[in-house]
Structure formats: structure tokens, C-alpha cells
């Protein structure tokens, strides 16, 4: 049973936003900086977020992330069928001495 | 581009040993302080479980609901790194991910580069 929790899937149409969260606690999300990874069907994840809120080179400026206390987010705009996949937040948990994945959320495009 | 490549048996018998091996190339193992090296597991329709890190110094650090079977070792020479795991089971079936760990400092860590993963079965 992971430590940071997400919704198990979100849903909305082509072009809306969707909101990811991921809630943790003190020793995880509260002290540490959260990343995000996307996971399409049969494939590796891959890094969407670092630090918080960074993009890595390549990935486009509708995904955003962000983080309030032992929560954070991610955010994607302008949804498009490509962006169906599974989505994981992470991040390193002191009390553990581990990093540490959410549960996942599916996003589906109706 | 950086690019990671994990290579082993795709069966195991339980109570074995699980031995991967992760090739990097496209960059060295050494190049970076900040660069770890991880494996991370994904049993089959299920989440992520990060398993242990190492650094090319030969610094470790591991998941200990493992209970200590999961051991990873780093060959600098030939840009590797393996990881091996003990007595496993049925439930240790899973894609076995590599990846690089960037630590720029204490908390502040993500996994940039994967590899496209391995299944490994645990069955007799």
C-alpha cells in the first residue's frame, strides 16, 4: 500500500483540463520535492515533472505541476487522445528512507 | 541521448535468484555526483515499486519492505549495473525497470532516463 494516494482515473473531453492530485504526509510530500511520470500503454514511464513544478526538455507547457503542503498536483490542459495513459506521482520519504510512487491515475479522453 | 537497457531471464523458479543487468550507454556511469542508478518493479496491472538505488561509488540504498533480498552492484568498467534478488516468489513477477536517479540534493531526486523494461516470471 503506497504512502501517497491518487485518484484511481479522471476523466473529460478532448481539449479540457484534467487535475491529477496526489496526497501524501510530512515525511513524503511535506519535506520533499515531488516529480511526475506518464505511463502509456505497454510503455516505460516516463518524466513529465521534477522538482515540483519543472518540465523537462521536450515536454510541452500543458502539463504543469504544483505543490501546497503534503498535496500536489498535476495539471493538464488542452487534453488530447495521446495523453491517455497512466500517471505517477513521486517522491522520496524520509521516515522510509525510500522513494516512494503513488497509486496511479488513469486519465481517459471521452 | 542517454539510453538504458536491462537484459536477464525472463523465467525464474521460485525460491531462485533474479539477476538483471542494466547497460547504460550514451553516457558514462561516472560521468555525474548526482547520478544514481535504480531499479524499479511493475507487477503485472499494477503500480510502481522503486527497489534499491546504487551510486558508481558503490553507495546503496534499498526498499527494505524487500527485507533485505535485493542487492545491486555497479561495474563501472563496462557501464552496468545488476541487480539481484533473492528466494523470490510469485508475487516478485513483474517488469523490472532501470533508471537513472538525478539527486541534485537532500529530498530533491527523480528518475529522468528509463530503460523499456524486462519481464521476469517466477514460475516452476
Known amino acids: 500500500q503506497s504512502v501517497l494516494t491518487q485518484p484511481p482515473s479522471v476523466s473529460a473531453a478532448p481539449g479540457q483540463k484534467v487535475s491529477i492530485p496526489c496526497s501524501g504526509g510530512s515525511s513524503n510530500i511535506g519535506n520533499s520535492y515531488v516529480s511526475w511520470y506518464q505511463q502509456l500503454p505497454g510503455t516505460a514511464p516516463k518524466l513529465l515533472i521534477y522538482?515540483?513544478?519543472k518540465r523537462p526538455s521536450g515536454i510541452p507547457d500543458r502539463f504543469s505541476g504544483s505543490k501546497s503542503g503534503t498535496s500536489a498536483t498535476l495539471g493538464i490542459t488542452g487534453l488530447q487522445t495521446g495523453d491517455e495513459a497512466d500517471y505517477y506521482c513521486?517522491?522520496?520519504?524520509?521516515?522510509?528512507?525510500?522513494?516512494?510512487f503513488g497509486t496511479g491515475t488513469k486519465v481517459t479522453v471521452l | 541521448q542517454l539510453q538504458l537497457q536491462e537484459s536477464g531471464p525472463g523465467l525464474v523458479t521460485p525460491s531462485e535468484t533474479l539477476s538483471l543487468t542494466c547497460t547504460v550507454s550514451?553516457?558514462?556511469?561516472?560521468?555525474?555526483?548526482?547520478?544514481?542508478w535504480g531499479w524499479i518493479r511493475q507487477p503485472p496491472g499494477k503500480g510502481l515499486e522503486w527497489i534499491g538505488n546504487?551510486?558508481?561509488?558503490?553507495?546503496?540504498s534499498y526498499n527494505t519492505s524487500l527485507e533485505s533480498r535485493a542487492t545491486i552492484s555497479v561495474d563501472t568498467s563496462n557501464n552496468q549495473f545488476s541487480l539481484e534478488l533473492t528466494s523470490v516468489t510469485a508475487a516478485d513477477t513483474a517488469v523490472y525497470y532501470c533508471?537513472?536517479?538525478?539527486?541534485?540534493?537532500?529530498?530533491?531526486?527523480?528518475?529522468?532516463?528509463w530503460g523499456q523494461g524486462a519481464l521476469v516470471t517466477v514460475s516452476s
Open positions: 522538482d515540483n513544478n
Open positions: 550514451g553516457g558514462s556511469i561516472r560521468s555525474d555526483s548526482s547520478y544514481y
Open positions: 513521486g517522491t522520496w520519504d524520509s521516515s522510509l528512507s525510500a522513494f516512494v
Open positions: 546504487i551510486h558508481h561509488n558503490g553507495i546503496t
Open positions: 533508471a537513472r536517479m538525478i539527486v541534485t540534493a537532500i529530498y530533491k531526486d527523480y528518475f529522468d532516463f
